[in-house]
């Protein structure tokens, strides 16, 4: 038995699963990989990772099928490695369940970003809805009572959609999240293709909690995919 | 556009008065030998000319006025509207009757010719404004399939160049944070040997990839330029299998070429590419230890007919076609399911673009069995009296 992060890697191609078997195990990760959707499941049931790697494009079961099925027995953050110009595939995929998405080709440095950010975020303890009263996130902290926020220190005046988008985004720092998932859940099912109300909503937190809105540094746009939150970003 | 001046209202008239005036003055000149029912008749006709070409109006001005001039210069008393005999009165009126329906006739025939040809204008304009818009349309739907196309082939060729850069990337971006040492990263001789290996091999792909594409323009734009030879049909495998030696080392190779085949006319260089890359197919999509089966006959008087079967999963009917497409792969964009090692989609569309440009023919079946693969092609033999002449 082994206390280091166990990462499955999810790929056709074996050049670079050779690579990011390498690279990762030199970075003190426990790793194993996989050819397509269904080896990988099967690896996943085997040996249970604590974060799984997938190419998009697969023969057999793809890198979609094989988020659905993860999300449908686990919570294990998924990264997914796509090429530019599948953002339909790569949207779809985060709305399948994917934490995080790595464009190709990538540096090694990037990949492993993205996997410490992600193995983080699912070893912090839960968050009680039902009991928190407050939120420490980075520069925020949140009332959840009195809806009040203040970030670096300042209290900040939100209208009351405005504070429900912030603490969505506090909630899910670092992860992706499209523009459908946060229409969704901020203003339900029939709205998601409404990304106009976010870009205004966005703008308007950005101004509000921004240092500088023309260049943010908390709301980070994902180019044709949505938004990335970075509470604590290195100054 | 300009209307002409007989085209004007009064100039009908004008004619009318005039047609009239001038027949009734011939009329007269040769009176000697015409009646009044020859007078009745010419001037009628008058009256017809002038409702074809100008309409009902003018033919009732024309009718009235040939009634007129009728009645004074050819009916008894001449010289005056009063006419002596009944039977005149019979003739004027009938004369009337006649010039008038004649000329209104004349006239509706007239219009409705006119409707019709402006109908047939109108049904012309619209047949071609129709096929102008068929036109604009299937040249709109036509440029929609080739950028749709263009896309399709720019992400198959995108995904190609950038799978190998992520590997290059990856491994570069590795052995850079190990040599610089913040933070230090234990890559031991082995994972650092793996790392350049895997940066050669990638290198290599890129250069393949990229050879290919530029071989499959050059068919595209007609410039391959086969440098035909008369050449031994196992000579041209040979040297195919010399150079897939390292590929087809864990299957077993067999081969059965004819005896005394004769020589062919063509590419050596070309045709064992063609041959190079079928082994190199066979290889790849089936499993180790399998036979890789090269055949060479005769077909026919003219003809050389080349084989490569191998004992893989196969490919479905419907896609042999298709497999030829360049940047098509079965394994990635068909229906066989089965996970194999998938190429650049360069192969078979190179493959083909220099057996169809020795005139020869290349096609898929099944393998023995109905199991396996089986790519077949032929080759023209070559002309014999066209070497010898360029030998003379």
């Known amino acids: 038995m082994t206390d280091r992060p166990k990462i499955l890697v999810v790929d056709d191609e074996p050049q670079l699963t050779r690579v990011l078997r390498t690279g990762l195990k030199s970075r003190g990760y426990d790793v194993r990989a996989a050819a397509d959707g269904l080896a990988g499941f099967e690896a996943f049931n085997d040996w249970h990772p604590d974060l799984v790697i997938t190419d998009l494009a697969m023969p057999n079961v793809d890198g979609l099928e094989l988020c659905k099925r993860l999300r449908a027995v686990s919570q294990v953050p998924i990264i997914v490695l796509s090429a530019k110009g599948e953002e339909k595939t790569k949207v779809e995929a985060l709305d399948l369940g994917a934490d995080d998405f790595i464009t190709k080709p990538f540096g090694i440095d990037e990949l492993l970003a993205r996997v410490r950010a992600s193995l983080r975020r699912a070893n912090a303890p839960p968050m009680n809805e039902a009991t928190q009263s407050t939120l420490d996130s980075g520069d925020f902290h949140v009332d959840l009572e009195s809806r009040a926020i203040t970030v670096r220190e300042k209290p900040i005046h939100l209208t009351p959609k405005e504070f429900d988008l912030l603490v969505y985004f506090i909630k899910h720092a670092g992860k992706v999240l499209t523009h459908r998932t946060l229409l969704a859940a901020l203003w339900g099912g029939n709205y998601v293709e409404q990304n106009e109300y976010l870009r205004v909503f966005v703008g308007n937190l950005r101004k509000k909690i921004e240092p500088d809105a023309a260049t943010p540094r908390y709301i980070l746009t994902e180019p044709w995919i949505g938004y990335r939150f970075d509470p604590d970003p290195v100054s | ?392």
Request: aromatic share 6%; net charge negative.
């Open chain 2, 1 to 392: 556009m300009r209307r002409s001046v007989l085209d004007q209202r009064w100039a009908a008239y004008a004619v009318a008065a005039l047609s009239v005036f001038a027949l009734t003055l011939l009329l007269k000149i040769v009176g000697t030998h015409v009646n009044a029912a020859t007078v009745s008749l010419a001037l009628l006709l008058n009256v017809l000319f002038i409702a074809t070409r100008w309409g009902s109006l003018p033919a009732l001005f024309t009718s009235i006025l040939a009634m007129l001039c009728f009645n004074f210069f050819f009916l008894p008393p001449f010289g005056t509207f009063t006419i002596a005999a009944t039977d005149n009165w019979v003739a004027l009126l009938a004369f009337l009757v006649t010039a008038v329906t004649a000329g209104q006739l004349s006239a509706s025939a007239r219009r409705r010719a006119e409707e019709a040809e402006t109908g047939r204008r109108e049904i012309e304009r619209l047949y071609a404004e129709l096929r102008d818009a068929f036109e604009r349309a299937s040249h709109a739907e036509a440029l929609r399939q080739s950028e749709k196309l263009k896309s399709a082939l720019l992400d198959a060729v995108t995904h190609d160049l950038r799978t190998p850069l992520t590997s290059i990337k990856a491994s570069i971006t590795t052995l850079l944070d190990e040599a610089r040492g913040e933070p230090p990263v234990p890559l031991d001789s082995d994972s650092r040997v793996e790392m350049m290996e895997v940066i050669d091999e990638e290198g290599d792909r890129l250069s393949r990839f990229i050879n290919g594409l530029i071989e499959l323009a050059r068919i595209e734009a007609g410039e391959l330029h086969l440098r035909r030879r008369w050449g031994a049909v196992d000579e041209i495998i040979s040297t195919a299998l010399t150079r897939a030696e390292p590929i087809t080392r864990n299957h077993h190779v067999e081969l059965q070429v004819e005896k005394e085949l004769p020589g062919v006319r063509v590419d050596e260089r070309a045709v064992s590419e063609v041959v190079y890359t079928l082994i190199d197919n066979a290889a790849k999509y089936s499993a180790k230890g399998s036979t890789i089966r090269i055949t060479a006959r005769r077909s026919g008087e003219e003809l050389i007919e080349m084989g490569i079967e191998d004992e893989g999963p196969g490919i479905p009917s419907e896609l042999r076609e298709r497999v030829f497409d360049k940047f098509f792969r079965a394994t990635r964009d068909g229906d066989v399911t089965t996970h194999k090692p998938t190429g650049t989609g360069m192969g078979l569309a190179i493959a083909k673009g220099i057996v169809e440009a020795h005139e020869g023919r290349i096609w898929i079946e099944s393998g023995n069995g109905g199991k396996g693969t089986r790519v077949l092609f032929t080759l023209p033999i070559g002309d014999e009296d066209v070497e010898l002449v360029l030998n003379d």
